[in-house]
């Protein structure tokens, strides 16, 4: 099997996790959206594997991949722009952690980032756990009920809407920029602290919508 096919198959067997933690989190049903999502993974995989073949574009793919998943929440989910890039970030910052958290648990000689670099199976073995751990945690949290429900309605665009726009930015930077750091501490504590926030936004959010309704 070509190397184009491998890439291919692992990365949707990972985007599996990306994707139904993004739904999860925001008690979305990921099944609802199946194969809208299949052809989506496909698409960015894709994107993925042609920006990692030029070396100078490859540290780009995870916002390529951020914006495609955005997009993608805009045009097939119907969430507003605003909450699509907040159920993205959530998405991407826990599955970020979960894959950098699978790395440093196994890096003692076996999935270290250099062993993955070096071969190419190991690199697949990682891409298989995140994806299979990563739906066995979303499936969970569906089925216990966990995640914010609350309605994705259009923004009202005061000041701390600003204020929230201009973190998410900044969090979609700083996951950028630790790509080009390569330091596995550096990069957990930056997707703790980014998904910190997000849960705290989507939290205050949902119980704000809760006062509201008594």
Known sequence: MSVFLLFMLFSI????????????LY???????????????????LVSFYLRKEVA???????AIL????????????????WALIVSLTGLCFFALLQTGLIMQLSFG????????????????????????GYLISGFLYKRGIGFSFEF???IYKLVTLLVMIIMILIALAFGAVLFIGNLY??????????AF????????????ANIGL
Do not use: C
């Not at 574009?57 to 916002?63: G, I, R, T």
């Not at 550096?186 to 998904?195: C, D, E, N, P």
């Not at 939290?203 to 919508?209: A, F, G, I, N, Q």
């Open 27 to 45: 008690r979305l049903k990921f099944t609802q959206y199946l194969w809208p999502s299949l052809i989506m993974m496909i698409v960015i995989n």
């Open 57 to 63: 574009l490859a540290d780009y793919a995870p916002v």
């Open 110 to 133: 076996y999935l270290s980032v250099q062993e993955i670099n070096s071969h190419a199976w190991k690199g697949y073995l990682l891409q298989t756990l995140t994806g299979l751990i």
């Open 186 to 195: 550096i990069a957990t504590i930056i997707y703790f602290i980014g998904l």
């Open 13 to 24: 067997i990972e985007s599996i996790a990306l994707f139904s933690i993004s739904f999860t």
């Open 67 to 82: 914006v495609l998943l955005v997009l993608f929440m805009m045009a097939v989910v119907k969430i507003p722009a605003f």
């Open 198 to 209: 997000l849960l705290y936004f989507a939290l205050k959010k949902e119980t704000e919508d």
């Open 153 to 155: 309605e259009k923004p």
